[in-house]
């Protein structure tokens, strides 16, 4: 009653927020589950499960004769295990190989399930439109009942996971080793699918079969790109699958909403779009930005990572050429024609001036005209380049046995990575095997 | 002929298998290489090139949907490589993750620019078999549902391929690395297989949905591998099982109106659940019966040597058969080995008890040979201990044929007796 | 008399029924560093693998000192081969040391501060405090061998089975783990190390095992690891056992 004294708009707007709840807590159950699948390099299982679970659905509703989605979700789940148990019997007994077991359990039983329903539609029991959703989910259907149940099933498996964290490491890390020390593996290892298959079947009326599998992939893969240690990917991949759950049921109710927004959405995405693959490409969408934007090991950081090196190789090049100019009459430190440069940098001129600019900024030469000298500080610099660099060179030499016209290449890549004090260790290693030739010495820092 | 073509069976039938022989031949590969989830994502995957295609030219036309599939097919394959090659993701979670939004990118498609027209979002799973027999196209005076000529097109592009590639598949599949060192790139064979896999899953898509696609990418394949262990016979056995789960499933789905696509799913996975049961040499069963067999023949060489070593010892009397029978350990399988080795005719039963024949008397000497001779080369050729030999000497014996018997006394001084000063017979 | 810490009693293991090692029969003394000497494919890998329990025995048993291993478990630490594990994992190199005391902890009880400075001490013992707080990805090959040694230490144990811990390591690495290992056999610890450096035998170890498919020898360094007995674990395959292992995989009767 209250609720239509607010009125419609804000009828649909808390509806709307139901579902969202709903969804985002699915998410965040299947996130944190999923990292262990996902770990465990055994990602599609999720897909597997939520497949073969389909008869179980179909059996529970025949048996039922209603659409109590108590009773579909206890089908589905005992079908999941079901599966779960012949790929772990084919693999064991057969000479099959697991892809091939999982791809034809999850084949074979989804087969069963459709023949079944194909078996209740024919005979007309009625109100099996219902499962229907179970291929590609039907969120509006979600009822309050529905969202405790999801916010047990997230208890669960937060409380699972919180207590039984050590054991998960460890077990999902390096099985064998945890074995040597007693813990129950496979025990620890069905529970988990156990837990995968709850949380599978609860999320399978909401989002469908294909994309509820998704759900337990994307947080975990897009969690990885943001950390290095378990709990805090577990954390975002719970954070992570939330957003996308809760953001992909926001994002399909916008053409609802009428205005330009709507309009636009509309336009865009249909005017009922199926909040099922509105999560999966809000969930794309945020593992393409972590992958893109994550710190360290984004694809972003790295492109910046390697044009900071590519820049820093330009300017020591520079350095080394403008030393090797100078270098007849070093102390002297006379000035260098740009020309002289050019044969260098050829086809690289512009490159030329951007470092030029910058090592001058860099107060490493003073420039009068057409010619460039370096400051004592700029010499200073370029003698640690080019020691850098022959001292590399010698090392491969020397050592690693590369032809000495073929070390220039070798040393050119490396020599920028350097730490100062392998340099070090390198020439003290080179001199007392008398291996450092005089003229080197005298390139010493000043 | 053309009679028997109107018929709307005979047209469905036709349709599922052409393209379920088409899916079986290009699982093959698939499923050596140990790439079938590949299947299981394509299959999902084309989705959204079928319907862009569709979207494009405004038709389901061979040429457009072979291009969208192809398309969906090669940029599944791209992306999974170009995800996992960032390091942070492993391979398969790359795949869970592209396909699965490929997919849902194609249900979005669909529903926003076909909802309202002929395509049925729930056909993505079962496809509609009806339908395509009935959708018919005329080629050349014959008249023959679209898909029908459609999936001959990729039949024949797929048999082609496997006759042109055959060894560089074949050597791919078996070992990439050395195929890449003989200079046939493996990641090539890759390619070339998703782009086998994708053309078929497009064109059975419609008519069996993408599930039994994977059902039958995999399925035969699988089946097949239970019951031979060379290639040539495996694709034959893998496109009869095809066939064979194609017309079981379609005559179970008329008989009781089930959906055809899923009840050659079924069939399919029944067929593989009877070879792993029965299969001649991997099966279940055969391997049961195999290891009762060789457990028989355990407890009856026991049974002989037993006889033999008390002969042997001078105890002439025979001793009863449920002692001799209590003596190898007792049970169902001890008594088994009994009745066959009085059947084999290796000893009789008398009043007194259990006595060797000729015959017997001389296998219980090979096998009491074979014991010696494996305890002497324990001892002498290993550096085991004398006293820990007996065990070992006992799970051997059975197995070493007159070959190696020879082989192993002809390492000895004829005439020396055993470790523990025994003669050797 | 001294204590006997590890006894294998006839062990025999199989691989889909055929033999890979025959009736390995030993018994090792406390404190004593152990090299498992033999070529590729000699079942190095499959014999500790079948002391820990990890892989099924076709028939023998071990003990150890005097009890199965199961009752055990507590007093074996464990090395596996550095392949064996995911190193993109998210786990830190002390998350990975702390995994030694889990056996201890049982069920449920997280590793507390005890714990925490028993990893931060072991961690200080191979050198890698400085890298505690690295994903295990970003280790050299022989800074992950050397975590893989700190996890084995935090377990405490009293017999140590490592598989190849000088396997890939730089010369540092393996000075490192060579005072370690001594280190352990000076506090009485018994240690297994499966080795494959025949130049330093002689150098790092009291014992020698050497193993080809079955025990050919096993004693002190010095008696046993001879010119000799190398040739019989060396010597090419004994294809006579080869074949008896083939026959009793095939299980079909001889001809």
């Not at chain 1, 156990?194 to 999320?203: E, F, H, K, M, S």
């Not at chain 2, 192809?70 to 999974?80: K, W």
């Not at chain 2, 792993?276 to 457990?295: K, Q």
């Not at chain 3, 000699?42 to 990890?54: F, W």
């Amino acid at each position: 009653m209250t609720m239509y004294m607010i009125g419609p708009s804000l009828f649909a707007i808390s509806i709307a927020g139901k579902v969202a709840l709903g969804a985002g807590l699915l998410g965040a159950a299947a996130g944190v589950i999923g990292s262990f699948a996902v770990l465990k390099r055994r990602s599609l299982v999720g897909d597997m499960i939520a497949h073969a679970s389909l008869p179980g659905v179909c059996l529970a509703f025949l048996i039922a004769g209603s659409r109590d989605s108590d009773a579909l979700a206890i089908g589905a789940l005992l079908a999941g295990m079901l599966g779960v148990g012949c790929v772990a019997v084919i693999t064991r007994w057969t000479r099959t190989k697991d892809d091939a077991a999982v791809s034809l359990v999850l084949s074979v039983f989804f087969g069963a399930g459709v023949v079944i329903l194909t078996y209740l539609q024919n005979h007309g029991t009625g109100g099996q439109a219902g499962l229907d959703s179970y291929l590609f989910g039907e969120i509006a259907s979600l009822q309050s009942r529905d969202v405790r149940r999801l916010a047990i099933v997230l208890g669960l498996v937060l409380i699972g996971v919180t207590l039984a964290f050590k054991e998960l490491r460890l077990a999902t890390f390096d099985e064998e080793f945890a074995r040597s020390q007693g813990w129950p593996t496979l025990a620890i290892d069905f529970a988990v699918l156990g837990a995968i298959a709850l949380v599978t079947v609860v999320g399978l009326p909401l989002c469908g079969v294909v994309l509820v599998a998704a759900m337990l992939i994307y947080p975990c893969a897009a969690a990885r790109c943001w950390s290095n240690k378990l709990a805090v990917v577990l954390v975002i991949a719970a954070v992570i699958g939330a957003l996308a759950a809760s953001g992909g049921v926001l994002l399909a109710s916008f053409p609802a909403i009428g205005g330009p927004i709507g309009e636009w959405s509309a336009w865009l995405v249909g005017s009922t779009p199926p909040p099922g693959p509105m999560i999966v490409l809000t969930g794309a969408v945020l593992f393409g930005l972590s992958l893109c934007f994550a710190p360290e090991q984004g694809l972003l950081a790295k492109l910046i990572r390697d044009a900071n090196l590519r820049h820093i190789i330009g300017r020591d090049h520079l350095l080394r050429s403008l030393y090797e100019l100078t270098e007849p009459q070093l102390a002297a430190r006379p000035g260098v024609t740009l020309s002289q440069l050019a044969d260098d940098f050829r086809g690289r001129s512009a490159q030329l001036r951007r470092l030029l600019a910058e090592i001058e900024n860099e107060k490493w030469i003073e420039r009068s005209g057409d010619s460039v000298r370096f400051t004592s500080a700029g010499l200073n610099r370029a003698t640690q380049v080019v020691r850098a660099h022959r001292i590399w060179e010698l090392y491969l030499v020397h050592y690693v046995d590369i032809p000495a016209d073929h070390v220039d290449g070798g040393a050119d890549d490396l020599e920028h990575l350097l730490p100062p004090e392998l340099v070090t260790r390198l020439e003290t290693e080179l001199a007392t095997a008398g291996r450092l030739p005089p003229n080197l010495k005298s390139i010493h820092p000043l | 002929m053309t009679e028997l073509l109107a018929n709307i069976d005979v047209r469905a039938v036709l349709v599922a298998l052409v393209t379920n022989i088409a899916c079986a031949l290009a699982g093959v590969f698939l499923v050596l290489r140990r790439h079938s989830l590949m299947g299981d994502a394509l299959s999902h995957a084309v989705l959204p090139g079928l319907v862009l295609a569709f979207l494009f030219t405004g038709s389901l036309g061979a040429g457009p949907m072979l291009l969208g599939a192809a398309a969906a097919g090669l940029a599944t394959a791209l992306l999974t490589q170009l995800v996992a090659s960032s390091g942070r993701v492993s391979n398969d979670a790359a795949l869970g993750v592209v396909f699965t939004a490929l997919f849902a990118l194609g249900v979005l498609l669909v529903k926003r620019f076909l909802g309202k027209i002929h395509f049925d979002i729930a056909c993505v799973y079962e496809g509609s078999l009806l339908n395509a027999a009935l959708d018919t196209v005329s080629f050349g005076g014959v008249e023959l549902p679209r898909t029908l000529w459609q999936g001959l097109l990729v039949l024949a592009i797929v048999a082609g391929c496997l006759t042109l590639f055959w060894k560089e598949l074949g050597i791919s599949a078996f070992d990439p690395v050395l195929a890449t060192t003989m200079g046939l790139s493996a990641n090539k064979m890759h390619y070339l297989l998703m782009l086998l896999v994708s053309l078929t899953a497009v064109v059975s898509f419609q008519a069996v949905g993408s599930i039994l696609v994977v059902a039958m990418l995999v399925a035969p394949t699988a089946t097949a591998h239970l019951l031979t262990d060379r290639l040539m016979p495996l694709v034959v056995w893998a496109t009869l099982l095809a066939i064979t789960a194609t017309l079981v499933g379609y005559a179970a789905a008329v008989r009781f109106d089930f959906s055809p696509a899923g009840a050659m799913a079924v069939a399919s996975g029944a067929l593989f659940a009877l070879a792993a049961l029965l299969g001649p040499r991997h099966g279940l069963v055969s391997r049961v019966v195999g290891n009762l067999r060789v457990g028989r023949r355990i407890r009856r060489d026991d049974l002989l040597s037993s006889a033999y070593r008390r002969e042997e010892s001078g105890v002439a009397a025979p001793i009863a058969a449920s002692a001799a029978v209590a003596e190898i350990g007792g049970g169902l399988l001890a008594w088994w080995a009994y009745v066959d080795l009085l059947r084999k005719g290796l000893a009789t039963r008398s009043a007194t008890g259990l006595t060797l024949t000729e015959l017997g008397r001389t296998e219980g000497a090979q096998l009491v040979r074979a014991h010696r001779l494996w305890e002497s080369y324990l001892v002498e050729q290993m550096g085991i201990a004398e006293d820990h030999v007996h065990a070992a000497a006992h799970e051997v014996e059975h197995f070493l044929d007159a070959e190696l018997r020879e082989r192993l006394a002809a390492e000895r001084p004829a005439g020396e007796k055993d470790p523990h000063g025994r003669v050797i017979p | 008399m001294s204590n006997i810490a590890l006894e294998v009693h006839d062990l025999t293991v199989a691989y889909r029924r055929r033999p890979v090692l025959w009736n390995v029969d030993f018994q090792t003394t406390e404190g004593r560093l152990v090299g498992v000497v033999g070529p590729n494919g000699a079942g190095k890998t499959t014999l500790i693998k079948a002391i820990l329990g990890l892989t099924p025995l076709a028939s023998g048993h071990v003990e150890i000192y005097g009890q199965p291993y199961a009752q055990q478990r507590q007093l074996i630490g464990y090395v596996p081969q550095r392949e064996s594990v995911d190193w993109e994992f998210p786990v830190t190199v002390r998350d990975v040391v702390l995994m030694g005391t889990y056996g201890r902890l049982g069920w449920f009880r997280r590793p507390g501060a005890a714990e925490k400075a028993i990893a931060d001490r072991c961690l200080a013992q191979v050198g890698l405090t400085d890298f505690a707080g690295r994903q295990i990805r970003q280790l050299s090959g022989g800074q992950q061998q050397r975590a893989f040694l700190a996890r084995a230490l935090a377990q405490e144990a009293t017999i140590y089975f490592m598989d190849e811990p000088f396997a890939g390591v730089d010369a540092a690495t393996e000075a490192a783990i060579l005072e370690l290992l001594r280190s352990l056999r000076e506090a009485g610890k018994t240690v297994f190390v499966v080795h494959h450096d025949l130049q330093t035998v002689r150098e790092y170890f009291d014992e020698v095992l050497l193993l080809n498919m079955r025990l050919v020898a096993y004693g002190s360094v010095r008696e046993v690891f001879t010119q000799q007995n190398l040739q019989r674990t060396y010597g090419g395959r004994l294809t006579l056992l080869d074949q008896a292992a083939e026959a009793v995989s095939l299980r079909e009767p001889p001809t």
